[in-house]
């Protein structure tokens, strides 16, 4: 977990790591120190157990740093039989962005077979893998790629660290998961459009709406909630009823590049749903001039996801609910009402069986994963300006278009 970069600009000592040892508990955190230090007891068990390594990408590219991190994560996903794959990261303490995310490999098995997986990152420069050895109460870690024969590796000690005021997992969140504005995420698909061609058709696209202008005609209102949850049937039945406009987000016009950027790691996924919000939000601006405008998922969902996956373990480590991340982009359209569609977990999964269709990755993390769950929900709360009212959309769908229509009549004069 420590790099070359690293060494250079003489952070290794300022850095604390931190590995998710389990989602449910505080990671365990330590710094690096020249001088030995002696480990208690929690301490000198975690790093005894088999053998130990970390690794992460070292690369000023953030687009490369996130792919190889993902083809990483994927490698590892195959090891079995005796092997434990943790979370890791790094950071410099109250300093935003400099999270440098990793994994940490305990491998009980003999002979190791993590071993034959680490060593096909050898040929990739920017992969640093490191080992770490328990002598008694002392532990060491030292680089374990790219020493040859001759280079000896020099040890740095493993030093407990005090837990920080905030998780660090919600250092990066800022222009790596969430984008406040349409320049952030739009300079990312610039930056990948020569490994990704897509992105330049999404451009393309982007640029062509234009910007929004500020809506001062019919209201735009947000139908927010979980998959499942009823948005396309009261989004429909609201267009009906109201005579609306029905938009989405992301938009029509996007929708044959959905497939490939989910399956590109966060930053670049993230920045194209960020997009897709820019485009809608031209669209509403011109289609609220002439008649109300429902949109089914806007940023609301593009930010409480992105948070909640960008944030491990409990939603205690969520940030703190007067967190900046929460508020809404400057240059971003604000809707008159967002509406958030809540029903218990156990309606959603029936309606989810009974609707039967093709779920994206996150959408399947969402049953699996209760916590995941628990921290978008949360994290829809949490969003301002506009924030979202929610909405009981356990009752008939005629029933929760009623209750709808009734909120937006007060709310809009509608
Ligand atoms: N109020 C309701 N009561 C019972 N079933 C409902 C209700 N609203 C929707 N459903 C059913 O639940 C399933 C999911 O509804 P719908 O597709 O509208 O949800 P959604 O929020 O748009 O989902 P997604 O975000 O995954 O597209 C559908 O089979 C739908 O018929
Ligand atoms: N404005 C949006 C809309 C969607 N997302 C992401 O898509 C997934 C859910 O969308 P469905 O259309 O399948 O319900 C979810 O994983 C969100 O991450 C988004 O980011 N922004």
Redesign the pocket.
């Known amino acids: 977990m420590l790099s070359r970069t690293m060494f250079r600009c003489g952070q290794m000592y300022s850095r604390v790591f931190a590995v998710e040892v389990d989602l449910l508990t505080e990671p365990l955190y330590f710094t690096l120190s020249a001088k030995p230090h002696i480990l208690h007891h929690d301490y000198q068990r975690f790093f005894g157990e088999g053998k130990l390594f970390s690794l992460y990408v070292d690369s000023d590219n953030r687009i490369q740093k996130a792919q190889t991190h993902a083809e990483i994560k994927t490698k590892l996903s195959k090891l079995e039989r005796d092997c434990v794959v943790l979370e890791t990261c790094s950071y410099i303490p109250d300093v935003k962005n400099s999270v440098v995310k990793g994994f940490c490999i305990r491998d009980k098995s003999t002979p190791g077979i993590s071993e034959e997986i680490l060593k096909t990152f050898r040929q990739n420069e920017s992969v640093c893998v490191f080992s770490y050895k328990l002598d008694g109460q002392y532990c060491w870690q030292e680089l374990w790629s790219h020493v040859n024969q001759t280079e000896k590796a020099e040890r740095q000690y493993i030093t407990p660290a005090s837990t920080p005021l905030y998780h660090p997992s919600t250092l990066g969140i800022r222009s790596s998961d969430v984008f406040y504005s349409k320049e952030e995420a739009y300079m990312v698909l610039q930056e990948c459009s020569d490994i990704l061609p897509e992105s330049k058709a999404v451009l393309q696209l982007v640029d062509e709406q234009g910007e929004s202008s500020g809506s001062d005609g019919f209201p735009v209102i947000v139908i927010e909630?979980?998959?499942?949850?009823?948005?396309?049937?009261?989004?429909e039945a609201l267009r009906e009823s109201l005579n609306a406009t029905l938009l989405k987000s992301p938009p029509q016009c996007l929708a044959p590049f959905r497939q490939c950027f989910d399956s590109e790691p966060p930053v670049i996924r993230r920045a194209f749903y960020a997009l897709g919000n820019y485009i809608t939000a031209a669209q509403m601006g011109k289609e609220s001039l002439k008649a109300p405008v429902i949109v089914?998922?806007y940023w609301h969902s593009t930010a409480a996801y992105a948070i909640a996956t960008a944030v491990s373990g409990r939603v205690e480590n969520l940030p703190r609910p007067d967190s900046e991340l929460y508020q809404w982009p400057e240059d971003l359209l604000r809707p008159n009402l967002v509406l958030m569609?809540n029903v218990n977990p156990e309606?959603r999964m029936r309606?989810?069986k009974?609707?039967g269709?093709d779920?994206t990755i996150e959408?399947n993390e969402l049953e699996v994963n209760q916590l995941f769950r628990l921290k978008v929900e949360e994290a829809y709360k949490r969003i301002q300006n506009p924030s979202c009212i929610s909405v009981d959309?356990?009752?008939?769908?005629q029933?929760?278009l009623q209750q709808v229509l009734r909120l937006i009549r007060n709310k809009c004069q509608l």
Do not use: H, I, Y
Not at 225 to 235: F, I, N, S, Y
Not at 393 to 397: E, H
């Open positions: 909630g979980l998959d499942a949850t009823g948005k396309t049937t009261l989004t089914d998922r569609l309606e309606r989810l009974d609707r269709q779920k959408e959309a356990s009752p008939s769908p029933e929760v």
